[in-house]
């Protein structure tokens, strides 16, 4: 293996580090929504509000999962997970819009 010269060092200070962008655009890849995951909480977990805990949207989850555990809820619920589906994709837009506005500030 070659060693890297002190001089080639010195002269490029971000030699072996990545920039602020590709840093940036790697923590978006890793932090992003997708909306394959969201459909599937949606699909085997959605009277529980699974997808929108994972879409970050606690109060909402938290007020499906109070009216699902209530048999009374359940007329509420139901109704209501099956216009979500049509919801999905933008939520999931909304929540990668937002991280990418946190990254690139």
């Known amino acids: 293996m070659s060693e890297i010269p ?23 890849e890793a932090n992003r929504r997708s909306n394959l ?14 997808h929108n805990f994972y879409l970050r949207r606690t109060g909402v989850a938290i007020t ?16 209501w997970v099956i216009v979500e589906v049509f919801l999905i994709p933008g939520w ?4 990668n819009n937002l991280l990418a506005e946190q990254l690139g500030a």
């Open 6 to 28: 002190s001089g080639a060092r010195a002269a490029h200070p971000q030699f072996g580090a990545i920039s602020a962008d590709a840093r940036a655009i790697m923590l978006f």
């Open 37 to 50: 995951v969201a459909y599937l909480l949606w699909f085997f977990l959605g009277l529980f509000g699974a």
């Open 64 to 79: 499906q999962l109070i009216l699902s555990s209530i048999m009374v809820g359940m007329v509420v619920t139901i109704p």
């Open 92 to 95: 999931v837009r909304h929540q």
